[in-house]
């Protein structure tokens, strides 16, 4: 039985979302914006249960510690599991090429 973790967005991964949902919003499409925004917010507050069904971040792999990934429509979630937290590190587009470090 998988434990119960709190979900904990950093102030990097809440400035990401505030950019996505800016950059949709930017191009006229109001109602999209809040649409991403909402299944991002749902698919971040399952990870209190379901942390363990992400897929290992490849980009991320040699970090010492392990970053995983869910996604919300074309989406990443990077998320890392810290005592008994589950930790939203940032969110990026799946075409983007994210600069780690």
Same mark, same amino acid.
């Given at each position: 039985m998988v434990t119960a973790k709190k979900v904990f967005w950093t102030e990097a991964a809440r400035e990401? %979302?505030?950019?996505?949902? @800016? @950059?949709? #919003?930017?191009?006229? &499409? =109001?109602? *999209?914006?809040? #649409?991403? &925004? @909402? *299944?991002? %917010?749902? =698919? !971040?507050?399952? %990870?209190? !249960?379901q942390y363990p069904q992400g897929t290992v971040e490849p980009l991320l792999r040699n970090e010492k510690e392990p970053y995983s990934f869910v996604m919300a429509g074309f989406y990443k979630i990077v998320y890392s599991v810290v005592g008994d937290q589950v930790v939203v590190e940032t969110l990026y587009h799946q075409r983007q090429d994210p600069t780690v470090g």
């Amino acid at each position: 039985m998988v434990t119960a973790k709190k979900v904990f967005w950093t102030e990097a991964a809440r400035e990401d %979302l505030f950019k996505i949902f @800016r @950059r949709i #919003e930017g191009k006229g &499409a =109001k109602n *999209q914006a809040i #649409e991403v &925004a @909402r *299944q991002i %917010l749902a =698919k !971040t507050a399952l %990870l209190n !249960t379901q942390y363990p069904q992400g897929t290992v971040e490849p980009l991320l792999r040699n970090e010492k510690e392990p970053y995983s990934f869910v996604m919300a429509g074309f989406y990443k979630i990077v998320y890392s599991v810290v005592g008994d937290q589950v930790v939203v590190e940032t969110l990026y587009h799946q075409r983007q090429d994210p600069t780690v470090g």
